[in-house]
């Protein structure tokens, strides 16, 4: 079924979250471990409209279906952002546009080289739309099954599973146009293959210190059941037309699990 941009327009909302007891953190607060999954999460979201910045730099703005889709993306995930800071500032944690602030100056130079980059890259293919949505539906797909693994508090599960409601959403849009763009079409479905086998990550680890990546992915996908839910991801990457057998899951594990 085609995704309908239309109702998405309508509906994309703020996160709610007014019924949700933040201060359950200070007498239950989360585990070590799970709270610092959380931080990286945090500044993951809230640095969403930095990738929208450079989206917008490459082919995709020309197609006002994508800009739409990726506004209302936006927005939708910068409450995110907030939210997962709400339950930061529970734990007495920096959160927030000061935790933001921090991490962009850390990221120096590559903040200000970033949009170049991808304009670059737009503009050496054709098939540009094609490997952004499928670089999408898959990141969206390791975040909504990172935060499937971190829901086992009770306040915590409330709000995630909010949030992965809205990024289930995110899911059908990438999916949907990765399909179009890739159904039937060997070019770029070679395109598409090569630049995720050359230039896919876990979400984040571009900007995140690869000691925090290592700890998120062997905490959340590590072990039989995280192993179990790598492997789905990776069986869904296989049904997009022309990318079976990447293993993009897999050989994250051996990259930052091992």
Not at 141 to 164: E, F, N
Not at 203 to 225: I, S, W
Not at 232 to 239: G, K, P, Q, T, Y
């Amino acid at each position: 079924m085609p995704f309908d941009l239309d109702r998405f327009s309508r509906t994309a909302d703020r996160l709610a979250v007014d019924d949700v007891d933040f201060d359950a953190f200070r007498d239950r607060p989360l585990a070590p471990a799970h709270l610092r999954c959380l931080r990286y999460m945090h500044d993951v979201e809230q640095h969403t409209s930095c990738y929208l910045r450079n989206l917008l730099n490459t082919r995709a703005h020309n197609d006002p279906d994508v800009t739409t889709f990726l506004t209302l993306w936006n927005f939708e995930e910068h409450w995110h952002g907030v939210a997962l800071g709400r339950v930061l500032a529970a734990h007495d944690e920096p959160a927030g546009t000061s935790r933001v602030a921090a991490m962009r100056r850390r990221l120096g130079w590559r903040m200000t080289a970033s949009p170049v980059l991808w304009m670059a890259f737009s503009a050496a293919t054709r098939h540009f739309l094609a490997v952004h949505m499928s670089f999408g539906a898959i990141n969206e797909w390791t975040t909504q099954a990172g935060y499937a693994r971190l829901a086992d508090h009770p306040v915590v599960s409330q709000l995630l599973g909010r949030i992965m409601r809205q990024e289930g959403r995110h899911i059908d849009y990438y999916r949907s146009v990765a399909l179009e763009k890739l159904d039937g079409n060997a070019a770029a479905q070679r395109t598409t293959r090569a630049a995720l086998r050359t230039l896919w990550n876990p979400v984040g680890a571009k900007v995140m210190p690869e000691a925090e990546t290592r700890h998120l992915v062997r905490t959340l996908f590590g072990g039989p059941d995280g192993t179990a839910v790598a492997g789905r991801i990776d069986r869904r990457v296989d049904a997009l037309p022309g990318l079976g057998g990447l293993d993009l899951m897999q050989q994250a594990l051996a990259t930052y699990a091992a």
